[in-house]
């Protein structure tokens, strides 16, 4: 059994706190989008990396010492073979901490530097075979006109949206997956980094807006603010009584799930539909358990399908911090109950859910080994079972 990796709250927050804008449908089953016996599928003969920060440290060494052999700039592409270095390092990238590993690669300039890079600082567009590899001419451009964007100034996003529509409206296959990949970087980066929750703070919303919001119907040309986000490729969301801008998902799937490879449309059609139904809110899980054990499972087996898939580092997590929750509950939907430690009667049908329906996955697995050891315990969290937790959380 595999175990499970800590999961931390930032990494939680960013799989489980996204909200859908408009109509997405119901997630799908598992035998919908994928097969029951996935076939294997091959190593990627190189990876192609997008360099996210300016003046990147290409290094004869995998850790901070290492000599700089050269720098890359913000925009530029690299290559890879898939070498992740054993290590892992603190580095702050853009005011945001970062606990990664580095990554071998070598430019794709006619110098062909060669050595280790840090993982955070680069953006996989691309993994498989040379013969299909994405046009790199196509995508440097597009690359450098997004640097040339301000990720605080809105209408950066809608001019990011209108180079894609002007220059990738025939792209298919793997370019079009690098290309949906750089715009949803791009956008999500302005989300992160721009503070547009200062715009809508200065609306005065209605509770029917709170609600339209919350159901997803909100109309976004209500506003000229609203209306321009819309336009930039955002959409709204509300939590904890704040309503503020996130990536619409829905308007990237209008526009690349025709035209993207078959994994990322799944990947792409899977995230559009569990955004519909929000999974966490203010330290609770929203949905029924057993729709956060469906997500677990599909993920493992689109993992399973797709081992080398270009964003496998986040299908992974998504994967393990769905099962992460499964098993140990959140700080206001606890597995067990605080008072006598017991397990709730929540938490003991969805586990037994779990091993009906997915008996020998990985999941199934996990989520037995807990179970009997907890049925073993009387039903409760004694220190057993706090030392099995803690194993999980720790391996």
């Known amino acids: 059994m595999k175990p499970i990796k800590k999961i931390t709250f930032a990494l939680l927050a960013a799989t489980v706190l996204v909200s859908a804008c408009n109509n997405t449908p119901k997630v799908p089953a598992i035998s919908e989008t994928l097969p029951a016996t996935p076939p294997p599928s091959p190593k990627p003969e190189f990876y192609l990396y997008a360099v996210a920060v300016d003046k990147l440290n290409l290094r004869d060494q995998p850790n901070k010492n290492g000599k700089v052999v050269t720098q890359f700039p913000e925009g530029d592409f690299v290559e890879g073979t898939g070498e992740i270095s054993a290590n892992k390092e603190e580095v702050t990238l853009r005011g945001i901490p970062y606990n990664e590993p580095y990554f071998k690669v070598m430019s794709t300039t006619p110098e062909q530097h060669q050595g280790w890079a840090f993982s955070a600082a680069l953006v996989p567009v691309y993994a498989g075979p040379r ?4 046009d790199l001419g196509r995508l440097s451009q ?10 605080k100034k809105l209408d950066s996003g809608k001019k990011a949206w209108d180079y894609v529509l002007q220059n990738f409206g025939n792209a298919q296959g793997t370019l079009a997956d690098a290309a949906f990949i750089l715009l949803e970087r791009f956008l999500f980066r302005m989300e992160v980094e721009g503070d547009y929750y200062t715009i809508t703070e200065k609306i005065k919303w209605a509770d029917s807006d709170y609600e339209a919001i919350s159901k997803e119907t909100f109309d976004m040309n209500k506003h000229p603010a609203t209306k321009s986000m819309a336009e930039s ?24 799930a025709t035209k993207v490879t078959p994994p990322m449309k799944q990947y792409m059609e899977q995230n559009i539909a569990e955004q519909k139904n929000q999974l966490w809110s ?13 997500r677990a499972a599909w993920w493992e087996k689109f993992n399973q399908a797709n081992p080398y898939f270009v964003r496998s580092e986040e299908t992974k997590n998504s994967q393990e911090s769905l099962l992460f929750l499964l098993i140990f509950g959140a700080d206001n939907t606890p597995a067990f109950n605080y008072e006598d430690q017991s397990v709730t009667e929540d938490f003991k049908k969805a586990w037994a859910y779990v091993q009906q329906k997915y008996a020998g996955t990985e999941v199934g697995k996990s989520v037995k080994e807990i179970a009997d050891l907890v049925a073993a315990e009387g039903g409760k969290k ?9 194993r999980y959380m720790t391996e």
Do not use: H, R, Y
């Open 131 to 134: 013969a299909t590899a994405p």
């Open 142 to 151: 597009f690359s450098m006109f997004i640097k040339t964007l301000n990720v």
């Open 233 to 256: 490729g955002f959409c709204l969301a509300e939590g904890e009584g704040m309503i503020f801008p996130v990536v619409d998902w829905q308007k990237l799937g209008a526009f690349f």
């Open 282 to 294: 203010d330290g609770g899980i929203m949905i029924p358990l057993e729709e956060v054990a469906d």
């Open 382 to 390: 004694t220190k057993k079972v706090e030392a099995l937790i803690e």
